[in-house]
């Protein structure tokens, strides 16, 4: 008998949901830096109200056309290869953007950062995470329990 109780011991499988939904939850947070230093964004490298459109769609675009390719590689070749590959590529597009210099250089690396979301969430997804039974929900739950706690934590210093 499986022993799903919230407060045993963790297992592998508890330990890869916790840090997926973790990688998740920085996503995030790294998903609003943009908005929040936009301003400054624009100043600096004198971008235009569309420009800085371009700039902020980039990575949404990237995010919602890499979801299902993502799920499709992880089927085919196993979730750990495409989510290792995922993480890469938005640590190596998180270093570079404090490089970039120009409009064509943080798109890119926005187009990097939403292909990895995409490949976070399509290869979470996969069968072959955990199965065809539960992967979904398993990723769920842990997803929204650091949620909650992200959200709390923002209200809290808020006020």
Request: net charge positive; charged share 10%.
């Amino acid at each position: 008998m499986l022993n799903d109780s919230p407060l045993a011991a963790p297992t592998p499988r508890r330990w890869v949901v916790l840090l997926l939904a973790a990688a998740l939850c920085i996503n995030y947070i790294d998903r609003g830096n943009l908005a929040t230093v936009g301003k400054l964004i624009s100043d600096e490298m004198h971008l235009s109200s569309e420009q800085f459109g371009y700039l902020s769609s980039a990575f949404f675009i990237t995010y919602v056309l890499a979801m299902i390719p993502a799920g499709w590689l992880a089927d085919r070749f196993g979730a750990r290869r495409v989510l290792t590959g995922g993480v890469l590529i938005w640590s190596l597009a998180t270093l570079l953007t404090g490089f970039a210099n120009g409009l064509i250089a943080l798109v890119l690396l926005q187009r990097g950062k939403g292909a990895e979301a995409g490949a976070g969430f399509g290869a979470g997804a996969s069968g072959t995470v955990f199965g065809a039974r539960g992967a979904g929900t398993a990723l769920s739950r842990a997803t929204a329990v650091l949620a909650a706690v992200f959200m709390i934590t923002s209200l809290s210093l808020t006020y």
